[in-house]
């Protein structure tokens, strides 16, 4: 059986995995009367909920004696390291592009990714049946986008495919009988080649993503580079750094059919296989022959841009909802996350009693912290921050190019917002139906906390992409969040009557009768400081009073916080608590005293 291995790279939303699941069920994967999930290849909850793709992950298709291994790849540029990873397994790609929007940021950061290892693309124009879809322009943009990441001429003579993933087509023109996605086959087998291997050297396999399994221990994927595997044979998996890790006996091989991973007994040059066997291999190492002595080169992963502290949850509200409390639990989390995915990397604190997380951006810290939340954790974490280098005995801090598709009645509030955080333009053209794209580059720290404000400039209808560019000089200071805020001077549960007389001064964050605590705070403040009040302060009972008058009090519904959202709007001095159940504001001093001497440097 030939063999094909391709990635397919997208924007978040473009189709990408629905394109798949059109691929699974038009190849006989499934049975005719199999009940399937939409999006079956989003398998995480998080990524079912959110309709983006998290984890990379592979499936393979048979068609016409062809075995393709198909790699679903992260669109979302904070998710990258999944990325680099996967592209180092295949021999082509498939860019998917909506018809409308044409290439985004996200998409030309994976592509440069792509056609700088010589990967030769085919190109789907997806959602060409929208009633907005505009495919001769949006190839003209992929072209462009080709030329400005200096690809091969070869790669400059790509294939395209025009197509409705959702509605199951897929055509060579738009004016072709739209039935199927054959042609999507077809172009795979003509224009993505067969892995060039040799199958008679020693094996090797370099290791790209790595799953735990109750039962088998270690699962290491990866692609084989040379030679054969076999279960039973005796390997040994070498560092880049470290050299010699450990030596270990195939226990299973495993190759995907499907959606399935299905015991095999051999593997060649070529294959994708996983690997059990090995307690200690991880991710960028070599498995391989006793007799191969020098590991495989392992692509360079682009270093974390943020990173935020985490640590105990030292409220009073401790342990109500969590049952996963404890520092050395917190920290045997993150190490074993650490371990899986190699875009995080974590750190003691200098104080030795908290941990260093660093990331790639909001989004990918923020999807780990709900994920522990879910598992029962119970921390605390300071807001993000970007992380500087010194470059020549100068400041540099990481830039992003930030796209914006945006009403043009809302551009200029956007240009006059990302001008405050230090934001250059770089071009602004109208992108059709009233619309216009506007192209920033601006330092990451001006992102932290801007998309709540942004989504309510645009009434929720803009749309903003962003991509890592590289370090630039220190941009200078950034004006931070404006608003001071309301915070609890007392310990119980809030009073509907308190609530309702400290409307006047903000824009609450809790309702009546809920657990507060002296520091946490409840609200934001109309002016710039930080007011310490008492929502537990009940109406004073006389003996001259109507009976039910006092029922009458009726509070605005309060502002509430996504688990991002949280930890972007919060202070250098204020803390986000995670738990379970709940998402809290505090400071990061409870005790008012302790907050006058920090505030003075005594603390």
Known sequence: MELRNL???AHVDHGK?????ELLKQSGTFRENQNVDERVMDSNDLEKERGITILAKNTAVEWNNIRMNIVDTPGHADFGGEVERILSMVDGVLLLVDAAEGPMPQTKFVTSKALSLGLKP???INKADKPDARPDWVLDQIFDLFVALDASDEQLDF??????????????????????????????????????????????????TLEADNFLGRILTGRVESGTVKVGDNLQALNLETGLVEKARIAKLLMCKGLEKINVNTASAGDIVSIAGFTKATVADTICSEKVSTPLEA???????????????????????????TGNMIAERLYKEAETNIAIKITQSPQKDAL?????????????????RREGFEMTVAPPRVIFREENGKKHEPMEEVQIDVDEEFSGVVVEKLGKRKAEMKAMVPSGAGKVRLTFEMPARGLIGYQSEFLSDTRGTGILSRSFLGYAPYKGDIEGRREGVLVSQETGKSVAYALANLESRGIMFIDAGVDIYCGMIIGENSKENDLDVN????????????????????LTPPKRFTLESAIAYIQSDERVEITPKHI?????????????????GKL
């Open 17 to 21: 995995t629905t394109l798949v699941d």
């Open 122 to 124: 085919i190109v789907v």
């Open 584 to 600: 809290r504001l505090r400071k990061a001093h409870l005790n008012i005293n302790e907050r006058k001497r920090a505030s003075k």
């Open 7 to 9: 990635a397919i790279i």
């Open 356 to 372: 260093e997380v660093a990331g790639r951006g909001e989004l990918q810290l923020g999807v780990l912290l709900e994920n522990m």
């Open 535 to 554: 929502p537990l302060k009940g109406k004073q009972l006389t003996n001259v009073r109507a009976s039910g008058k006092d029922d009458a009090v009726k």
């Open 159 to 208: 294939p395209v495919i025009y197509s409705s993933a959702k509605l199951g087509w897929a055509v060579n023109d738009l004016e072709d009988d739209k039935k199927d996605m054959q042609i999507v086959f077809e172009k795979i087998s003509q224009h993505i080649s067969e892995p060039n291997l040799d199958t008679q050297a020693d094996f090797s396999m370099l290791v790209t």
């Open 299 to 325: 692509l360079p992963i682009t270093p974390p841009t943020m990173s935020m502290t985490v640590s105990v949850n030292d409220s009073p509200l401790v342990g109500r909802d969590g049952d996963k409390l």
